[in-house]
């Protein structure tokens, strides 16, 4: 069983580009995170998503930030015109359920890294 | 607010000593802790998991313990090994919500 995969692993872009981000959970999840790591910070929780619905966006930034998780295919974290700021690692993570009595770990991605220029 | 603390922020050792990293949260009513480990540039590994109903897991040389009414968790590292350097991240789940809320990490680094 594959990991949560993540692509690309590192993406370059020049500010007010946009940057697209995916990420494939694993085999038979449904329930997708993102989170992200600003340099020299912690990790910071962004969106959880279930199959084409956001059920917690509290961490997301109010503009330029956008996910999705659609039926078929990877989850896609998108920012419009970037700014430097947006430089950070960005991990995905995926769980099987919520709830106890399962599996309710939650597995990371190797993450992508967002320079911006 | 979850507020997430881990201390020490760094810890250098020898090869072969058994350690302690600890760490502390605000708001009791959680529903699980993870410990996750993060190499340079790379992923997060998870480690081990602990529901709130429990007090310790563990896994080979790794033991976490979890005392949910103090707001704290250790995670015990015996033997320890330079492939053991890495930063370790504790993260806790409150009830009723998905999202982690992690700490700031402790940075190993085991010495041959």
């Known amino acids: 069983n594959a990991g949560v995969m993540q692509n690309p692993r590192h993406l370059v872009r020049r500010r007010g580009q946009e940057a697209r981000l995916r990420c494939s959970p694993m085999?038979?999840?449904?329930?997708v995170y993102w989170y992200r790591q600003l340099p020299e910070e912690g990790l910071k929780f962004m969106v959880y998503?279930?199959?084409?619905?956001?059920?917690?966006e509290s961490g997301m930034p109010k503009e330029r930030f956008s996910a999705e998780f659609p039926k078929e295919g990877p989850s896609i974290l998108r920012i419009q015109q970037v700014v430097r700021g947006d430089s950070a690692a960005y991990f995905c993570?995926?769980?099987?359920?919520?709830?106890?009595?399962?599996?309710?770990?939650?597995?990371f991605g190797p993450g992508t890294r967002l320079t911006v220029l | 607010k979850q507020e997430v603390t881990q201390i020490p922020a760094a810890l250098s050792v020898p090869e072969g000593e058994n350690l302690v990293l600890n760490c502390s949260f605000t708001?009791?009513?959680?529903?699980?802790l993870q410990w996750f480990r993060q190499d340079p540039g790379k992923g997060l590994t998870s480690l081990l998991l602990?529901?709130?109903?429990?007090r310790e897991q563990t896994s080979g040389r790794l033991n976490a313990s979890l005392d949910k009414s103090s707001g704290r968790s250790t995670l015990y590292i015996a033997a320890s090994q330079p492939g053991d350097s890495a930063t370790y991240l504790c993260?806790?789940?409150?009830?009723?919500?998905?999202?982690?809320?992690f700490g700031t990490g402790t940075r190993l680094l085991v010495s041959p």
């Open positions: 993570a995926s769980s099987l359920t919520v709830t106890s009595g399962r599996d309710d770990t939650q597995y």
């Open positions: 085999k038979g999840h449904s329930h």
């Open positions: 998503l279930q199959k084409e619905n956001i059920i917690d």
């Open positions: 708001d009791s009513a959680i529903y699980n």
């Open positions: 602990i529901q709130s109903s429990q």
């Open positions: 993260a806790v789940r409150r009830e009723g919500f998905q999202k982690l809320v």
